[in-house]
């Protein structure tokens, strides 16, 4: 008989689970697994370990009144009937009975445990996550029916907590194949977002189907060309997990797709960018400085609307090369606008690994300094959601090695315990993403994140607490010179939502980036390398690295138009603070 435990469960306002092996059992695996779920959730486990004795069970449940038992038995059906004969013998002759009993084992024993009424959840294992929350949570709250999954980004962020939601883009070329997918994904039950993935048409001329051009439906993501087309998507994902719906913000018709996405598909959350998706990087029909505008005119709608907003912007300058601290930068700047257009919930998208050749170090670095400066925002009425996903350039066109790269960059992703988990398919450098490889994405992902949330794993260092101090001083620095590039009294009242101030910030260079050569609206002046795994500025002429704080002072010094403002930031005190204005 096991010895009375000295640390008995007596407190009443903790949730315990006691589990067991019984009789001649001693396969612990899925025990184990199902123990490390419990207690992400908050459970304390009490487990009497394999091949437990009946009584032992009982005498034990007797002593510390778990809130849940559960049993496990992995041999054959035959073996099994005893010594659940003998467990509901002594079961019905307790008094104060556990409020749940759940049973595991192989699928043929579970066909013999499903005789007893008396047992509240099966398991067979290879369950997902989700399955396990779910029963897990109804200890709280009782789910009726899968339609009151929470359906709202809020309410499944909670629900799921401590894990993050997991996110994935999808949408073929195909708009059946695409609807199909979708249900299939959904029946996985291995993601809770989404990403609808809309062709090049339906981003920049749903509206303007005379603009359409045939030869390129289907370009990008799937052709969206109707109302309905929309409320297919939306109940294509109602099965499995009921997984939310996303998609892109689109090139131009910002307010009226927005408002199209929330009464059709129910729209998780807006993506929209600030300097990008136009004619500067060929994306949009519109220049940068009207892209600008409107975009901030849509932040602000979805934030009237209650709507949470990602503005996926800041790796869009490292996809091209620039230095981390304008990609650190853009991120501030980007909490600040949507904070001041009356956000509530701001996402924030920490892309790692780019550009592709930064160290796992550093590239953790300018993730911290990213999310350090957006904490400085957060208050009772701006709140911050992490989201993290892997660099798309960084997979390798390798399928074994993209899977190596996406559980590796994970790990490292993780460190900031972030709200979502944007999972980029490994297939991405290969072909578009089908069903199948954004369930498998998805799979290693979750086995990543399971793992590494049963561990304390601490990868930040001295050395990256240095580079991510440095980051945040510059990346401040450059945002509080905004105001200095004003030129009128309307401008000074805000200029950091102000478009023709925003787009004074491309057009000096001040965000800059080295692909951007002989382009229309941004310079491409500046060089940038990968020095110790981090991306900095290159003074060409000198062959060092060019402090980013002196780049700048440079560019004021050597415009016409800003000459003289050039004495006035030499010394950082005489910056003005955002915060303070």
């Known amino acids: 008989m096991i010895k009375k435990n000295q640390n008995n469960i007596e407190n009443k306002h903790e949730k315990w689970i006691l589990t067991a092996c019984i009789g001649q059992c001693v396969h ?24 437990t004795p009946i009584l032992d069970v009982i005498s034990q449940i007797k002593i510390h009144h778990p809130h849940i038992v559960g049993l496990s038995y992995r041999l054959t059906p ?26 595991a084992g192989t699928p043929e024993v579970v066909k013999i445990a499903k005789r007893y009424k008396q047992f509240d959840a099966f398991f067979i294992g290879g369950e997902s996550k989700f399955d396990l929350i779910s029963i897990l949570r109804n200890q709280e709250q009782t789910f009726d029916t899968k339609s009151d999954i929470p359906m709202d980004l809020i309410s499944r962020i909670q629900w799921k907590k401590p894990y993050p939601i997991i996110r994935a883009h999808f949408g073929l070329s195909d708009y059946k194949k695409t609807l199909n997918g979708i249900k299939r994904i959904a029946n996985a ?115 009237k609307n209650n709507i949470p907003v990602e503005i996926n912007d800041p790796h869009q300058w490292s996809l091209r090369d620039a230095p981390d601290a304008i990609a650190v930068a853009d991120m501030y700047l980007c909490g600040i606008i949507a904070k001041k257009l009356g956000v509530k919930h701001f996402i924030a998208q920490y892309m790692f690994n780019t550009p592709p050749s930064s160290s796992f170090d550093m590239d953790l670095a ?11 925002l957060t208050d009772g009425s701006f709140k911050l959601i992490r989201q993290v996903r892997t660099g798309l350039a960084s997979l390798p066109l390798d399928l074994d090695r993209a899977k190596g790269q996406l559980a590796a960059a994970t790990m490292v992703q993780l460190t900031i315990k972030p709200d979502i988990v944007h999972v980029v398919s490994y297939s991405e450098a290969s072909h578009a993403a089908r069903p199948e490889d954004v369930i498998e994405s998805c799979k290693i992902v979750d086995q990543v994140i399971s793992r590494t949330y049963s561990s304390k794993i601490n990868f930040i260092n001295k050395a990256i607490q240095k580079r991510k101090n440095e980051l945040i001083e510059q990346a401040k620095w450059i945002i509080d010179i905004i105001p200095k590039l004003v030129k009128t009294k309307d401008e000074r009242k805000n200029p950091y939502i102000n478009y023709k101030v925003l787009n004074r910030l491309v057009k000096y260079s001040i965000f800059d980036a080295a692909h951007f050569k002989n382009n229309k609206f941004a310079r491409g002046r500046i060089k940038t390398k990968i020095i110790d795994g981090a991306c900095y500025s290159w ?31 030499q010394s950082k005190k005489s910056i003005p603070k955002v915060m303070h204005e």
């Not at 010594?83 to 749940?100: A, G, H, I, S, W």
């Not at 300018?366 to 400085?376: P, R, V, W, Y």
């Not at 002429?541 to 138009?561: A, L």
């Open 28 to 51: 612990v695996a899925g025990v184990y697994n199902f123990m490390q779920i419990s207690k992400q959730l908050g459970y304390k486990c009490f487990f009497l370990g394999p091949a």
């Open 189 to 303: 039950k291995i993601l809770d977002v989404i990403s609808i993935a809309p062709d090049q048409n339906t981003q920049a001329n749903y509206f303007h189907p005379e603009d359409q051009v045939k030869e390129l439906s289907g370009a990008g993501g799937v052709p969206l060309r109707s109302r309905e087309d929309f409320i297919k998507l939306h109940q294509a994902k109602l099965t499995g997990n009921f997984p939310m719906l996303r998609i892109y913000a689109g090139t131009r018709d910002f307010i009226k797709l927005g408002k199209l996405y929330q009464e059709t598909i129910q729209n998780a959350w807006a993506a929209i960018p600030l300097f990008w998706f136009n004619q500067m990087d060929g994306r949009g029909p519109l220049s940068l400085k009207e892209s600008i505008k409107q975009h901030l005119k849509a932040i602000k709608w979805h934030g």
């Open 366 to 376: 300018k993730i911290l300094a990213k999310d350090e400066l957006l904490q400085t």
């Open 78 to 103: 035959k073996t099994v009937q005893p010594v659940l004969k003998q467990f509901f013998k002594k079961y019905k002759e307790l008094k104060e009975k556990p409020e749940r009993l759940f049973f």
């Open 539 to 569: 003074d060409d002429i000198r062959q060092k690295k060019y402090d980013e704080i002196e780049r700048i002072k440079d560019i004021f010094s050597k415009v016409p138009e800003l000459s003289s403002t050039a004495l006035r930031i």
